[in-house]
Nanobody, 123 residues
Framework: QVQLVESGGGLVQAGGSLRLSCVVSGSGFRTNGMGWYHQTPGKQRELVATISSGGLPTYAASVKGRFTISRDNTKNTVYLQMNSLKPEDTGVYYC?????????????????WGQGTQVTVSS
């Protein structure tokens, strides 16, 4: 059974940076894509970045040029470097294993959701 543990969130001022981490236990990390989702209260989780098993990243328009997704297969970890943060980036960030990484409309999370990590960006 796959387990996902996110960390790295916090409170930052607009324009600041954070680096999120997601450690994946269980099988399937190296052969599947990964994605980071963003959720705000009352809204569905929104996929913001994906990375293929081969390391090819794709981004939502809202974060392109500001966020960078990467993965370390030796550590079963996926990262999300978040720069130039905006108040609208506030929310809980989750990661998950994806069978399909592009297009975003076809991406489907395969694992159970972790607890997420809270990111708060003050203006």
């Amino acid at each position: 059974q796959v387990q996902l543990v996110e960390s790295g969130g916090g409170l930052v001022q607009a324009g600041g940076s954070l680096r999120l981490s997601c450690v994946v236990s269980g099988s399937g990390f190296r052969t599947n894509g990964m994605g980071w989702y963003h959720q705000t209260p009352g809204k569905q989780r929104e996929l913001v970045a994906t990375i293929s098993s081969g390391g090819l990243p794709t981004y939502a328009a809202s974060v392109k040029g500001r966020f960078t997704i990467s993965r370390d297969n030796t550590k079963n970890t996926v990262y999300l470097q978040m720069n130039s943060l905006k108040p609208e980036d506030t929310g809980v960030y989750y990661c998950n294993i994806l069978l399909v990484v592009v297009p975003f409309s076809r991406a489907r999370p395969l694992g159970s959701w972790g607890q997420g990590t809270q990111v708060t960006v003050s203006s």
